[in-house]
């Protein structure tokens, strides 16, 4: 603890430590960090992509997260967050898509876990949700990484 005087009394200051990287930090509901994904850089740009291959209704998360990293540039929870925190700037015309950030891994019980942001019309906002990657991801899903061409 560090002081400050004002007017002649000495008052305390509290020192914040910040405990983990995530806003929504699931090692408080007792999750696993297996991988925590980029940090953001100042000037990210990103983009959404599908990851199904002609044909394909839906996929398992597993097939999902590997072609995402196939396509390369993927982006994790860091990302979702902030983009949480800017929605004002997400376009409208990705509110029918569930946007998938498959780079922070979080572990729970045996289940490998990611996230993802999705509209909500009954909140009229964007959400922050985690989801299984042994679940299926529907044509309704894009990965979201970074645009390196702009």
Same mark, same amino acid.
């Given at each position: 603890m560090e002081n400050a005087v004002l007017d002649n009394a000495v008052l305390p200051t509290i020192r914040l430590y910040w405990k983990s990287p995530f806003r929504f930090d699931k090692e408080a509901d007792g999750?696993? &960090?297996r991988k925590k994904g980029p940090d953001i850089d100042r000037g990210d740009i990103l983009r959404f992509d599908p990851f199904l291959e002609e044909g394909e209704l839906q996929v398992l998360g597993n097939i999902m997260?590997? !072609?995402? !990293?196939? &396509?390369g540039d993927t982006v994790g929870q860091h990302h979702a967050e902030r983009l949480l925190e800017q929605q004002i700037n997400i376009p409208d015309e990705l509110r029918p898509y569930i946007l998938v950030f498959v780079d922070t891994v979080w572990e729970h019980g045996d289940k490998q876990i990611i996230s993802y942001l999705s509209w909500s019309s009954e909140l009229m906002g964007w959400t922050l949700n985690f989801a299984c990657v042994e679940s299926e991801f529907f @044509? @309704?899903?894009l990965v979201s990484r970074l645009d390196r061409q702009n």
């Open positions: 999750w696993k &960090l997260t590997e !072609r995402a !990293r196939k &396509l @044509n @309704n899903c």
